[in-house]
Each structure stands twice: as C-alpha cells, then as structure tokens.
C-alpha cells in the first residue's frame, strides 16, 4: 500500500518560508478556490495556510541552536481526525493515504480541528470549511505536468531541498532510506497517530581530514605483500620501487 | 480551548430538557407501579413534556450557531459508525420524536387505554425516550471524552458529569414545575433534584482533583522532536494570529478561569440546595424557580471552566507570535 508522505530535513531547513509561499499559492489558484486572507497588509494580518515555518530556539546562550521547524498536517496513518467527522467530509484515501477535506461536505463544525494533536487544520473564515494541505493531490496526479514537476509545491519550491516527497511504505524509495539512514523520527509519538510525514534531525556537520588525506604513505593501491626493501644506498622513487 | 458560547447553551439545555423529561417518566412508572408519591393531574405530563421539548429545541438551535455550514447540517448523522458527534445528531431528534409523542399521548389521553398487559403507549414511547436520553448523555460526554489527547477530558467522568449534571438540572426545574403544577409531587421530587446535585458534586469534584494532577504528555520536545530541556518558541510562522490561536486558546487571565470555578461551585452546589431548602420550607414557588436559575446559569460557568480548563497539545506549537 502507498503512503505518499513528505520528510523534512531539519538539518538543511534556513527558514526561507518559499514553502509557505509557493504552497498558498498553488493552492489559492486551484480549483477548490481561495485560501482567504483578511488584512493582508493591515494590523492583524490573518488568514489561511496548509503549510507554515515556525522557529524554535534550542539551548541557552551562547550554546544555542535555531531550529526553523516547517508544519503541515502530517498524513497520519491513523488519523484521529477523520473518525470524528460527522458527514465524512474528512476522509484518509485508500490508495495512497493522503487525508483529505471535502470542502463541499464539510458542515464546519470544528471537531476535526479539535481531534487533531497537531494544530494542521485551519478554518477558512470566509468559505467556513476546514483546510488542510492535500499533499497538493491536484498537482501530483496531473499528467499535462512533466513528471519532474508532478511534486508538492512546497517541494519544488524549497531551495536547499529539505522538503522530499515520496512513498514512505516503499523501503526502497528516497523518503524511506532518508528516514532509515538519518534518524527519521514521527511528531508526538505519544498519540499513536503514526504520522506519515517525519522530520529528520539536526545533525552536526564535521569534516573529517584524515592523515592520509594531507600525506602520502606507503602502499596507497594496497597492493599485498612486503615490497623489497631497498638498500640503503641505492636510490628510491617513492619507497616502491627500488632499482 | 475557547469556550463557545453556542456549545455552552447546546449542553446546558439539552441536559436540563433530558433531565426533565427523565423525572417526569420516572413519576409515571412510579404511579404505573402504585409507588404513592402523589397524584399527578391531566396537565401535568403533556405540559411538562412540551418544556421539556422547547430546551431540546433551543437546545438544537443553539448549536447551528457552532456550525460554519448550517445548511449542511443534514449531513452529519452519516458517520454515526465512528462519530460521537454524528451519534448525537441522530439520537437528539430521535429524543425528540419520542418527547413529543409522549405529551401528545398524555394530551390526548392514551393513558387511559392500555394497549397490552396494562401498559399504555405513553408508558412505552416514555421507556423508549429515556433509553434515548441516557444515550444522549453517553453520545454528548463521548463527544469530548473520546479526544485522548485532551487529557483533562478523557476520562469517564467526562460522562458521567454531563449525566449527573443534565439530570441535577432538570429535577430541579422538574421541582420549580410540580410547585406550580401538582405541588403534591414537590417533595418528592425535590429530593432526587438534591440527590443528583449531592452526586454530581462528588463527581465534579473527582474531576477537578483528577485534572489538577494531570501531567501532560506532550511536551514542546515530543512536538518538535528535539530532545533538549529549554526550547523556546521565537516565531509560530504567522504574525497576527491564525484560526489556531483563535480557537484554542481562551485568552482569559489565570485568576479569571480560577475564579469562574469557584462560581460555578459556589452556583451550581450550595446555592440551589439552600434555595430549594427555604423554597421547601416557606413553600415559595420562587424561590425553588430560583434555584434552578442560580444552578443553570452556575452550569454554564461549569461549562466555561471545563473548555478552558482543556489544554490543547496544538498549543504548544503557537506560543509566540514573533
């Protein structure tokens, strides 16, 4: 069974927001109509979003770190919010396990919003449905798209790729071997929701210099076996060969 | 969470109107099994069951005003397999279909006729309603007590509150009624409305305590993933605020939710038991009016308290907007 998830890289995310950006955009323009906003350019500027950056600190100064942290609703596997949908406008496909609304089922009640752990849903004030990422399932799917494209807004905006998109019940895919090689972890394990996206963590970069790296030694093809030695008169070309 | 107002009436109502209804049946099977608790005239069933009908209704309407969609409101009882909510929106206008046909009923006198073993479709439609409003109970305290992650609701007592309280404020509105009505039935039922109070203060007080211990699972570092003692928020990724710190958060100050509980315990236990005392004694129709007015409007701070008190694990994700 696929589970289309999206793994995001800590390590890499600068906290650019072009996800955020790129993600309100395609969604804003799509068919299931705006992603409202009201006072855009006023005092209290709010208004709808699949997808937002947020900025934690971790430590204390001076040994501090700034984690730019990416939330979007995660694609649980076991998503507390959709049993307690009353008309089923919430719904987990089958086929490759993105949740999703229907805007035009949804009654707006609310109770989604309050069955979810994470805070990923957000009520449209003006449409007074509830929004949620779709994994950009009207972009994914579309054949008039070059494949290369055939990738979450988010994704293809990000520039340092933090953002991989993939099946993560595929052991073989990028997103799987992300998680398995780099420490994937899930969000509030606690809950058993089993979130579909993960994060991978902060790692720390060193670069390794190695000794042989700066000199050169003996041997470096490896090859078996003492070499003759040469006699100590006689001259040497790089401790090799000796004639 | 932020106190509705809309859901604050919806509960409140909808558990005074079964709580009604419930005190009026069980008055009926007393008298259907000869327990002499006092005679209860013609008016008294139909007039009561119409009460108790207009509180589902307001009830009812009271919650289309929670709703972003009303219009679509039809939809919700589709998902009643998995759906508290959707349970409820099926078994509340089925409560009312009953509650209606039993005033209709005792209106038109079928109590007269009994249909088989010397019970009479009033006394049958009445056994199918109470099912129905026990299960009302069950399906509105489910509503919140299913959410796990809400700790300080997942709990039974979650449901067993809404009941006890539901049945607390409709015995004493029962009590307000039969002083007006059959002022033989006064006494009677005034003690059940007492019992039910003394009850439900046993179990709202677990409660409290319960939710006073709570330590809450989710913690900034199982949120973000990071395991370090000190994270601080710096930005939530929205400048003015968004739906979710509009809708999970109450914004009232500490001392203003601690003192709404002492408002409510101060309305909805004491108060009421001292109204109704005095009503009793002085046999003051008000003043046992009174007392289900001071316990009603006690219950909606109770039920203030108990959004506010709930603690969303999203919170900790919009703690600063930078």
Known sequence: MTQLALVIDLNVCVGCHACVTSCKEWNTSGVAGFLSDDNPYGKDPTGTFFNRVQTFEVGE???????????????????????????????????????????????????????????ARELDEHQKV???????????????????????????????????????????????????????????????????????????????????DLERVDNPLKVDGKLPRPRPDEPSLDDVTSW | MRPAFSVLLLTTLLGVGQGLFFAVYCIQVLEHFEVRVGPAGTLFYPLAAAISLALLVGGLAASFFHLGRPERAWRSAAMWRTSWLSREVIVLPALMGCVFLYGVGHWLGWRARPIALGVDATLAIG????????????????????????????????????????????????????????????????????????????????????????????SLQTAIGVKHPRIVQKAQGAMGGSFNTREFFHGASDGFVRSIKWWFLVAVFPVPLALLGLGLAAGAPALLAAAFVVQYLGLLAERWFFFAQANHPQNLYYQQIS
């Open chain 1, 61 to 119: 100064y001076p040994n501090t770190q700034t984690v730019h942290f990416p939330k979007s609703c995660l694609h649980c596997e076991d998503p507390p919010c959709v049993p307690v949908c009353p008309t089923g406008a919430s719904y987990k496909r089958a086929a490759d396990g993105i949740v999703l609304v229907d805007y035009d089922k949804c009654i707006g009640c609310k109770y989604c919003a309050w069955a979810c752990p994470y805070g």
């Open chain 1, 130 to 212: 509830m929004k949620k990422c779709t994994l950009c399932v009207d972009r994914i799917y579309d054949e008039l798209l070059p494949p290369a494209d055939r990738r979450p807004a988010c994704v293809m905006a990000c520039p340092t790729s933090a953002r991989l998109f993939g099946d993560v019940h595929d052991p073989e895919s990028q997103v799987s071997k992300a998680i398995s090689e780099n420490g994937g972890y899930a969000l509030m394990p606690e809950w058993g929701t089993q979130p579909a996206n993960h994060y991978l963590p902060r790692r720390k970069t060193e670069i390794r210099v190695r000794v042989e």
């Open chain 2, 127 to 218: 056994a199918v309603g109470t099912l129905l409003c026990l299960l009302l109970f069950l399906c509105t305290g489910m509503i919140y007590a299913c959410l796990k992650f809400l700790q300080e609701w997942h709990t039974p007592l979650t449901v067993i509150n809404y009941s006890l309280f539901g049945c607390a404020s409709g015995l004493m509105l029962a009590t307000a009624y039969a002083a007006v009505v059959e002022p033989g039935l006064v006494n009677y039922i005034a003690a059940w409305a007492a019992g039910f109070t003394l009850a439900a203060l046993v179990t709202r007080g677990a409660s409290l305590v319960r939710n006073a211990r709570l330590k809450p699972r989710s």
